[in-house]
């Protein structure tokens, strides 16, 4: 609506194309939906005024957003309603915020080369763009955004510790899908106990809309934490475990002709010195424990066949 007494705009068509930055077939087509009010009729001629280029504003920044129309159509007719858009908007603009307090960054293609080992990778680099790592600048082809240069930083340490560039790729690309699976749960979980409430009308009252968005901005952090808090405790967890799995490696086996020394008691060694002499000993020792182990194999094998109920056959009578 313009103000009282505020001069009034008028527009044809192609001008509020101009203004707004849709088409005409566009403007058109959401007269059709409903979405943007008829003209007036002036003559022959359609006159649009300041309040289709608001709408027409409006709607292109619900699409930015990732509104549909048919979702844009339930909250533009409930601000015609009188219904308001402010706590909804406030409410879109606290989910589409930034989630982190990084803050994006610009690289160069020099910096980009010196960062990773000082050659050029044509390849590594298109990889990096349809990761989103990196995002081209429109007009430039030797400067890119970071959008997290942590993340980027982090790509660059493994690579000076030996990991190749493709294998950081593939890494990423299988943690990012796991940590969208995370998200969806987490987000599946507060709506489920938390925003259902408020969220639960379309679109939502200004009061559910506006306590929704204040419960965000306390929520918002605790997945983070949650999932920093779980991680740290799985890789002690994990990386303890696999210390220790490597540091207790086996022993290689022995071969069968290494000596291996026994201590026995002094006693025991000057009675079978004096039984075969100090140059037979060690040959006695060696067949006496052998023999006892012959003896406990005849035994073991001897109770085995008592237990499964084999009957001794009876000697031949005279």
Known sequence: MEPPGAPRVEYRIEDLAHHSGATVRTIRAYQDRGLLPRPERRGRSNVYGDAHLARLRQIA???????????????????????????????????????????????????????FG??????????????????PLPGTDDEFLVPSPQELAVAAELHAAGVPLSAIGGHLRELRGQVEHIAARFLEFTNEHVFARYLGNHPPSEADAAEAASLIR????????????????AMRLFATRH?????????PPRRRDELQYVALPASTMDAVQALVGQENMAA??????????????????????SNSGMVPQKPPSA
């Open 118 to 135: 000082g050659t050029p990778d044509d390849a590594a680099v298109a990889d990096a763009v349809a990761l989103g790592v990196l995002e």
């Open 61 to 115: 920044d619900l699409l930015d957003r990732g509104y549909t129309l048919a979702s844009i159509k339930e909250l533009l007719e409930a601000w015609d309603a009188g219904r308001g858009l402010g706590g909804v908007l406030g409410l879109v603009a606290e989910v589409d915020g930034p989630w982190t307090d990084e803050k994006a960054d610009r690289i160069t293609r020099a910096e980009l080369e010196a960062a």
């Open 218 to 233: 306390r929520l918002r952090p605790l997945a983070q934490k949650s999932v920093d808090a779980e991680l740290a405790r």
């Open 284 to 305: 006695f020792i060696t067949a006496a424990a052998e023999r006892e182990l012959h003896s406990r194999t005849l035994d073991a094998l001897t109770a085995t066949g």
């Open 243 to 251: 210390l220790r799995r490597h540091l207790a490696a086996e022993e």
